[in-house]
């Protein structure tokens, strides 16, 4: 990362004996776990876990070997009708993967698009908190099936149910459209499930951590109260590519999607401008936010997004954690148990969540009734 430290910066590069990252205190409070004796600064930790696992050495060769050269036929066909054929094609094969043992699933119909509940293993059947999750696929593919192992393991993690939104994407509406359905789920789950908002987390992959960005600004400017936290997992957040094909990541990335990426954009963005705060949440006013998790490997082209918007989410008043995994593909944690830094980073991320509920379960109880949609 470039640029100047912002206030309350910290970093944390030592790994304890077990993999994880250890904490330094930061320099303008108390170390992770240490009580606060006055008002908390804003702060941006910053993680750097590592060293990439052979076992994840390997995957990312294959990727590197099978997947790239798919990438890079995708990127050279035309995005048109049978271009999304294909891509829609993932969610229905996915649909023959079962789902984790002890996962529940419950189907959930609004007007126009559907989504399930997810209950992971060992995660009770109360409601009362519960991750809010926007799949990834590039606006264009992916849905219920292909993501529900992932969001079991993120549930189970959490100790709480997910409600996994099945949006409607490109074709069937716009690029900026994909997030009114996000907006109408955080709705449904406030208004007519009663749920409080500081038990509600945001979460979601890649496109899909663009949604999570995307539908907390609409909702702040909507009017509607803040969830207690966000979670990104290597999310794109500027929809303007120069700095990412300009990166050192370009050459990096096992997948190599800087192409398509860029068929993307010009295929389904054209008519749009990628500046525009509501196109590319990085570039959005982002004061009011809740606290954010972003997670990215250190290879991946979309890293450089969660670094910049870790330092304008700080810069915000927003606090901001950062963990950036060594070498690993995007959004690895699909691998479950099968990787030590996917089972680190859900293990990571469940933590995350249960304390990000008990922070704003706090800080409602502080500001009284009156105060809780602000």
Sequence with gaps: MTGGQVPGERTANDQAP????????APDGPATGAPATGP?????????????????????????????????????RPMDENALRRAAAFDRMAARRPAPKGTRCEPVRFDGFGAEWVHGRGVPARRDKVILYLHGGGWVSCGLNTHRPMISWFSAAAGVPALSVDYRMIPDVPFEKEVDDCVTAYRWLLEERGV?????????????????????????????????????ISPMLDMD????????????????????????????????????????????????????LLTAGSTELLCCDSEIMARRLAEAGVPATLQ???????????????????RAAIAALGGFVRDAYATAADAAREAGPERRTA
């Design 18 to 25: 077990d993999g994880r990252a250890t904490h330094d205190q």
């Design 324 to 342: 950036i995994y060594d070498r690993q593909i995007h959004v690895f944690q699909l691998f479950g148990s099968f990787l030590p830094e996917s």
């Design 196 to 232: 409080r908002p500081e038990n509600i987390v945001i979460m979601g992959d890649s496109a899909g951590g663009h949604l999570t960005f995307a539908t907390a600004l609409r909702a702040r400017d909507a009017g509607l109260p803040r969830p207690a936290a966000l979670v990104a």
């Design 241 to 292: 590519l120069s700095g990412k094909l300009a990166h050192a990541n370009m050459k990096l990335d096992p997948s190599a999607p800087g192409l398509l990426l860029e068929a993307l954009i010009e295929g389904f963005l054209g008519h749009l401008d990628l500046a525009d705060p509501a196109i590319s949440p990085i570039r959005a006013d982002l004061t009011g936010l809740p606290p954010v």
């Design 40 to 76: 908390r600064p804003t702060t941006l930790v910053i993680e750097r876990r590592g060293t990439a696992s052979l076992r994840s050495r390997a995957i990312a060769a294959g990727v590197r070997g099978l997947v790239q050269p798919y990438v890079g036929r995708m990127a050279r």
